[in-house]
């Protein structure tokens, strides 16, 4: 079993009083019991590794609203301490290949990110 990250983009139109959005919910990868975080690539945005997905996150928002698939919120800190957990051996991109994008997505110390969908 598994736990999804998604983060809340800044919306100025947001309803004060219900909280709805009209902008997306970006999801941002999954942490499985035992495995590494499988990171949420945006290829045809150019971004392919942690860095820049913590970088799109914060030229929107000085403090992105990030949440699991059941509500918890947590600080771009607490996220990233659950990304960089379990560093990747090579075995998890191994075992995903047919659904990475290309073994250049990988980045040190070795996170396997997706641009395809997943969950």
């Known amino acids: 079993m598994g736990t999804n990250h998604?983060?809340?983009p800044p919306?100025?139109?947001?309803?004060?009083?219900?909280?709805?959005?009209?902008?997306?919910?970006?999801?941002?990868g999954k942490v499985s019991a035992g495995w590494v975080y499988s990171l949420q690539a945006f290829p045809?945005?150019?971004?392919?590794?942690l860095e820049q997905v913590v970088t799109m996150m914060t030229d929107r928002a000085r403090h992105?609203?990030?949440r699991d698939e059941y509500g918890h919120r947590l600080t771009l800190d607490d996220w990233l301490s659950i990304v960089v957990a379990v560093p990747d051996d090579g075995g998890h991109l191994k075992c995903d290949r047919d659904r990475a994008i290309a073994i250049d997505l990988r980045q040190p110390p070795g996170w396997a990110s997706f641009g395809s969908d997943f969950s």
């Open 11 to 28: 919306d100025p139109d947001r309803c004060v009083t219900c909280g709805r959005s009209n902008v997306e919910e970006v999801h941002l």
């Open 6 to 8: 998604y983060w809340d």
């Open 44 to 49: 045809d945005e150019g971004i392919v590794t």
């Open 64 to 66: 992105p609203a990030i």
